[in-house]
Antibody, heavy 123, light 113 residues
Framework: QVQLQESGPGLVKPSQTLSLTCSVS??????????WGWIRQPPGKGLEWIGN???????YYNPSLMSRVVISVDTSNNQFSLKLNSVTAADTAVYYC???????????????WGPGTMVTVSS | DIVMTQSPDSLAVSLGERATITCKSS????????????LAWYQQKPGQPPKLLIH???TRESGVPDRFSGSGSGTDFTLTVSSLQAEDMAVYYC?????????FGQGTKLEIK
């Protein structure tokens, strides 16, 4: 079955760029009708959707982050990535990558999640 | 953005008893063209990612025990655990996927009394 794994630095300095990769195993990222997304969760707080991406085109971002975020796909390595620039302490969170249920719509919930990776923004 | 508000923030229920969590959206998440409510429920245990329990407001995911059920339409939704088990202790979130940005409720912590 499909599994996701986030990777990237656990510590990022303020004003720098947070870069994370989600590796997909057990299936091809470019097959099917799935959207792939990023969600984050500050320590002890709730969930915030960052954005979704369809491998053959179509990306949606949370307007609150849109000016700072890019989600892209690397089909040759079966990965997708998140870049968030100009980070501050408010960006400290567990970052999850996820796959939606594959209904073929840009509006579906997430049924497969990575274990998450903690990213701390601090000097 | 659609604001999702859950109640209560925390809930303590005895084993075997019923637990009910409500979720209210600031605007309807019912799509008339397909008659579906774009509302999901997740369960999150400490140190784990969220697990999808229910989507389309009332459709249980494969493998989810039938003691979990979802109901409601439009702006008002409920997650019910009919007979609480020890393993149900977790934080539960509702999520609307009717429009971008997707938004989640603040979470309800379900504890054993």
């Amino acid at each position: 079955q499909v599994q996701l794994q986030e990777s990237g630095p656990g510590l990022v300095k303020p004003s720098q760029t947070l870069s994370l990769t989600c590796s997909v195993s057990g299936g091809s990222i470019s097959s099917g009708t799935y959207y792939w997304g990023w969600i984050r969760q500050p320590p002890g707080k709730g969930l915030e959707w960052i954005g979704n991406m369809f491998p053959s085109g179509g990306t949606y971002y949370n307007p609150s982050l849109m000016s700072r975020v890019v989600i892209s796909v690397d089909t040759s390595n079966n990965q997708f990535s998140l870049k968030l620039n100009s980070v501050t302490a408010a960006d400290t969170a567990v970052y999850y990558c996820a796959r939606d249920v594959g209904g073929g719509s840009a509006y579906d919930p997430f049924d497969i999640w990575g274990p998450g990776t903690m990213v701390t923004v601090s000097s | 953005d659609i604001v999702m508000t859950q109640s209560p923030d925390s809930l303590a229920v005895s084993l075997g008893e019923r637990a009910t969590i409500t979720c209210k959206s600031s605007q309807s998440v019912f799509y008339n063209s397909n008659k579906k409510n774009y509302l999901a429920w997740y369960q999150q245990k400490p140190g784990q990612p969220p697990k999808l329990l229910i989507h389309w407001a009332s459709t249980r995911e494969s493998g989810v025990p039938d003691r979990f059920s979802g109901s409601g339409s439009g702006t008002d939704f409920t997650l019910t655990v009919s007979s609480l088990q020890a393993e149900d202790m977790a934080v539960y979130y509702c999520q609307q996927y009717y429009s971008h940005p997707y938004t989640f409720g603040q979470g309800t912590k379900l504890e054993i009394k």
